[in-house]
């Protein structure tokens, strides 16, 4: 037993396709997400150290990089149908957990299995680490769903990502990093060109209004 079958499963994760089974002018696998919620989890974590907040660096890369290995075991599950209700998602994350398990007790060489054990676990936690990882996942996500969006992408489930994202990023609006965000790249993002731009406007001003936060996006 050695590590070729956890290096060799790096290349499975490019062929695992986000949002399956919808029509999607542009495909992201798990590989390239988790490399991008890396980099924007690094850049989130530049403003929160900036800001004077402690940021364990090697956390937040590791938290980063392995959050979605994961989908390794069982794909990847749309996020309305992942979250449609607490029994599904607890679920969800029973079968990963022990699927998780299982490979590193088979595959892992077992003076690395404990450092597997702890870079693979779930790693949206309250550590500032943690968090910070939520909103990268969640600012990802709010980007491919514009992406299709701006394209002119007709399937409905797009813009439903794009609102439960926007949602999960305001629920730690406390944050200096999502503060910075909706402050100077939320309204990047909206002003560009597209053709329901009034829609998204409106989505994102009533979501807002909801959490409570003053700042409008106009036309």
Request: net charge negative; glycine share 4%; charged share 30%.
């Amino acid at each position: 037993m050695g590590m070729h079958q956890y290096i060799k499963s790096l290349s499975d994760l490019e062929n695992i396709h986000r949002c399956p089974g919808k029509f999607k002018y542009e495909e992201h696998s798990v590989a390239a997400h988790s490399f991008k919620v890396t980099q924007i989890a690094q850049f989130l974590g530049t403003v929160e150290e900036q800001a004077g907040n402690d940021i364990n660096w090697r956390s937040l890369y590791e938290k980063a990089l392995n959050h979605d290995y994961t989908e390794l075991f069982i794909g990847d599950i749309k996020t309305p149908v992942k979250y449609a209700s607490p029994t599904l998602r607890d679920q969800l994350a029973e079968v990963e957990e022990s699927m998780t398990a299982q490979f590193i007790e088979t595959e892992i060489p077992e003076e690395f299995q404990l450092v597997y054990s702890e870079r693979l676990k779930e790693g949206k936690d309250d550590t500032l680490e943690g968090k910070i990882l939520s909103v990268a996942d969640k600012v990802d996500l709010l980007y491919e769903s514009f992406g299709e969006i701006q394209k002119g992408n007709p399937e409905v489930l797009f813009t439903q990502i794009f609102e439960e994202s926007l949602n999960t990023i305001l629920e730690f609006k406390e944050m200096d990093s999502v503060r910075y965000f909706m402050t100077h790249i939320l309204p990047e993002l909206l002003s560009e060109e597209f053709t329901n731009q009034e829609e998204l406007h409106e989505i994102s001003n009533r979501i807002l209004e909801e959490h409570e936060v003053e700042q409008t996006f106009v036309i």
